[in-house]
């Protein structure tokens, strides 16, 4: 039995949070709306939810990624996911689980569609 993996073209803009899931640690493209404005940073929007872009050290984001915003893009990268446990904080005070790409290691391109 082998194990699913995604590759740069694999397009997991549809795939469930379940789906997601499987893919961490692997190398994917993603295609969404990509927006500046997001809770945690930017983001591209993929049907099952925002996929961050969260930087790991200094990183600024320009007028290059200012003009991609509402657009559709593709990042491609090593997927991440952040998990906050529930050490009795309410969900509320609590960040959010996400998934996201490393910004100084992801790809973004605007997409050809």
Request: proline residues 5%; charged residues 25%.
């Amino acid at each position: 039995m082998s194990k699913e993996t995604a590759t740069p073209q694999t397009n997991l803009n549809a795939a469930s949070k379940e789906v997601l899931l499987r893919h961490v640690d692997q190398k994917v493209t993603i295609r969404g709306q990509f927006s500046l404005r997001g809770k945690i940073g930017p983001y591209i929007l993929a049907q099952s939810g925002p996929i961050y872009l969260v930087p790991q050290g200094n990183f600024t984001w320009g007028d290059a990624h200012a003009r991609m915003e509402g657009r559709d893009v593709s990042v491609t990268g090593i997927l991440r996911f952040r998990h906050y446990p529930d050490d009795g904080i309410s969900s509320e005070a609590r960040p959010h689980d996400h998934f996201y790409f490393e910004a100084e290691k992801a790809t973004i391109e605007l997409s050809g569609n």
